[in-house]
Nanobody, 128 residues
């Protein structure tokens, strides 16, 4: 039973920072691709960033590059989304997801998560 649990969201002022966490269970954390996605009010879901856990490489969306980074902690089966210099347009529900095909597949973040099978319940980020 795959479970992804996000935490760390909340209200923040523009220019501030937040760090979101996603703890995974029931899957092979060390050989997977985990991603962060978001959906703002009235917007389509978009990919924020991916991390290939077996090599630690990341792919960050151009729209947030330079402000958002992804990291991982093997010992805790957890990935993180560090968000700096937050803007009101970053307001969204943020979701963590696990790829459908394991860590050796090439995932396209522009697809918005259509190739990700397992999803967390989300954590709300509100920037004002």
């Amino acid at each position: 039973h795959v479970q992804l649990v996000e935490s760390g969201g909340g209200p923040v002022e523009a220019g501030g920072s937040l760090r979101l966490s996603c703890t995974a269970s029931g899957l092979s954390f060390s050989s997977n691709c985990l991603g962060w996605f978001r959906q703002g009010p009235g917007k389509r879901r978009e990919g924020v960033g991916l991390i290939y856990t077996h090599i630690g490489s990341t792919d960050i969306a151009d729209s947030v590059k330079g402000r958002l980074t992804i990291s991982q902690d093997y010992a805790k089966n957890t990935i993180y989304l560090q968000m700096d210099n937050l803007k009101p347009e970053d307001t969204a529900m943020y979701y963590c997801a696990a790829g459908s095909y394991g860590g050796s597949w090439h995932y396209d973040i522009k697809k918005g998560g259509t190739d990700f099978s397992y999803w967390g319940q989300g954590t709300q980020v509100t920037v004002s």
